[in-house]
């Protein structure tokens, strides 16, 4: 699957879209009405050597990626963190911990998710077949962290229910 292809599977397709770069001093985000108009500003991301992260939330307004402004979401979405000093020693630890949990808690049952290796540790997605509007996405994202606390699976609680996240592109 091309980046593109994943960032629409799990992205709004309504409001605006928003990529990100914090390797420069300029620290840039830029705001598109379309993943399609997301293709040119990774590349040019990407030949700079700039990490390049989506935001996963649609946003009302250009210019604001605050929780306040987010409009949909089209997915969930968890960070487990791998690495020295690290809840998981390395990214197959992780990865364990993941099925175990997955199996354990019955989340399973609902598909597998699409887990992408990134930075020092795994990015979790659970696509959905529509846009799910903040307040109501917030509420599944909240009881999601609550389930991963009740089987003692060691997640980033800060990125699961932060609907102006930001994840690396793939």
Not at 11 to 19: E, F, I, M, Y
Not at 149 to 168: G, P
Request: overall charge negative; proline content about 5%.
């Amino acid at each position: 699957m091309k980046p593109l292809e994943f960032i629409a599977a799990v992205v709004p397709s309504a409001g605006v879209l928003c990529l990100a770069e914090f390797s420069s001093n300029k620290k840039q985000h830029v705001y598109v009405s379309s993943v399609e108009e997301l293709g040119p500003v990774i590349e040019k991301f990407n030949a700079a050597k700039y990490d390049t992260y989506f935001a996963l939330a649609s946003f009302v307004n250009v210019g604001s990626r605050a929780t306040d402004n987010a409009l949909y979401l089209r997915s969930a979405f968890m960070d487990i963190d791998c690495g020295d000093g690290k809840p998981y020693a390395n990214k197959q630890e992780g990865a364990i911990a993941l099925d175990k949990f997955l199996q354990e808690s019955g989340i399973g049952i609902l598909g597998n998710p699409w887990v992408v290796s990134s930075g020092g540790g795994l990015h979790v997605y659970w696509p959905f077949t529509e846009n799910i509007p903040v307040k109501e996405w917030r509420v599944a994202s909240e009881n999601l962290k609550r389930v991963c606390e009740a089987f003692a699976f060691k997640i980033d609680f800060s990125v699961t229910a932060d609907a102006s996240r930001v994840l690396r592109v793939p």
